[in-house]
């Protein structure tokens, strides 16, 4: 029986597993979704939901704690900026594991692991873009070309 047993072992030690959940957790934030084995997924969706849950609250000791996880001060601070932006409607279900079907070599079940909410990109519109114009508009702006080409004539 598993009482009093929490945690996934993975058959690995101690510091190996925490290596290997701080590298998952971290190419999840950077890439916002991953594709591994489904023991792996559901073994770090309690740690991530926690972590957002943190970002969300924003606090310097919230950060320090996630810190000492993610052990990446960039990472970090890209955790901060979802946890105001994109999951700042959300309470709770930040992930979602979605199944892949098995892996050729062992028959493993691979899943992708991701965040509900996809990130929403913030780009500022330049000058250069062009917006299509309506066939008036364009008429209207021929009529104002010819006649500026006149008036330059006219002074000529």
């Keep these: 029986m598993r009482h009093s047993n929490f ?4 058959s690995r030690t101690k510091n190996e597993r925490q290596q290997l959940f701080r590298n998952l957790l971290r190419a999840l934030i950077i890439h916002g979704k991953i594709t591994t084995t489904r023991a792996k997924a559901k073994a770090i969706v309690p740690t991530i939901e926690k972590l957002i849950t943190k970002a969300k609250e924003g606090s310097e000791e919230k950060r ?11 990472v970090t601070a890209q955790l901060w900026e979802m946890g105001k932006t994109q999951f700042a409607n ?10 892949l079907g098995l892996r050729r070599g062992d028959a493993t079940e691979e899943v992708q692991l991701r965040f509900v909410d996809e990130a929403v990109a913030m780009v500022p519109v330049s000058s250069s873009t062009k917006v299509s114009a309506t066939p008036q508009e364009k008429s209207k702006k021929k009529e104002v070309k010819k006649e500026t080409l006149r008036k330059r004539v006219q002074k000529k």
């Design 7 to 10: 945690g996934y072992k993975l």
């Design 64 to 74: 320090r704690e996630a810190l000492s996880v993610l052990v990446d001060k960039k």
């Design 90 to 99: 959300r309470q709770s279900g930040f992930t979602q594991i979605i199944r």
